[in-house]
């Protein structure tokens, strides 16, 4: 199954949500909250069965590289980047220590993400924004009206979100064309909005009070509110 088996061509509205969003970047001020979600970075090593990958979280490669509090705390304040981390841990780690997911959501943390997004819906329908790559390359969507956000190019879909995102979380990179595509997401109520930047290694969710709580709380993802 794919993206298409439960979207179709948008509403007018939804377009002009998308396109209402040039200029805000990752950042989602129409909501009281923004929850930035961070990808986990994969060690690769030997185990006892073998060749083994461990996920581990940005702030315990931070402790591991020896960050201290404030050097994480002011690392929260901007847009994440891996970059600096993978330069401080990979001498301890061997250079073995690989950068999170980049221009998607990592399975782990879309399969957290459902019950909490899907909670806050009213009803079942939306709209998804899927990234249409730089070369215009996905051409399965050129039939779907096309907005361009800050210059980069995005095919607008609507139908039922609920089933889309049940998918979506379910869907592994390699046996889908476009999980790794979905850029944007958010449901015809309004009660929550979710961006991917296609070079970023993590989601931002503007969202409200109950829904910031309930992913804030959620131990299985790391997660933090974003500043400002």
């Not at 929260?76 to 690989?98: E, H, K, V, Y």
């Not at 050129?142 to 210059?151: C, G, K, L, M, Y």
């Not at 850029?183 to 409200?208: E, H, K, Q």
Request: net charge negative; hydrophobic share 40%.
């Amino acid at each position: 199954m794919s993206l298409l088996s439960h979207l179709g061509a948008p509403s007018n509205r939804q377009i002009a949500e998308l396109l209402s969003w040039n200029g805000l970047g990752w950042r989602t001020q129409r909501y009281p909250h923004t929850i930035i979600t961070l990808n986990p970075f994969e060690l690769h090593k030997s185990g006892p069965n073998g060749y083994e990958v461990e996920q581990m979280s940005w702030r315990s490669v931070a402790m591991s590289a020896r960050w201290s509090d404030e050097d994480w705390r002011n690392f929260l304040q901007t847009p994440p980047t891996p970059t600096d981390l993978i330069a401080s841990a990979n001498a301890i780690f061997g250079g073995q220590l690989n950068g999170p997911v980049e221009g998607a959501v990592a399975r782990s943390v879309r399969a957290e993400l459902l019950p909490h997004l899907s909670a806050a819906l009213t009803e079942p329908n939306g709209a998804v924004a899927a990234y249409l790559g730089y070369d215009n390359s996905n051409k399965r969507l050129a039939r779907f009206p096309i907005v361009n956000v800050d210059s980069m190019p995005y095919a607008v879909l609507g139908g039922d979100l609920q089933s889309a995102m049940t998918l979506w979380a379910q869907d592994e990179f390699t046996e889908s064309w476009w999980t790794n595509i979905v850029a944007f997401m958010w449901p015809n109520d309004n009660s929550w909005f979710l961006r991917v930047d296609p070079d970023a290694t993590f989601a931002a969710i503007g969202c409200g009070e109950k829904t910031a709580i309930a992913l804030l709380s959620n131990n299985e993802i790391e997660c933090y509110e974003a500043a400002g």
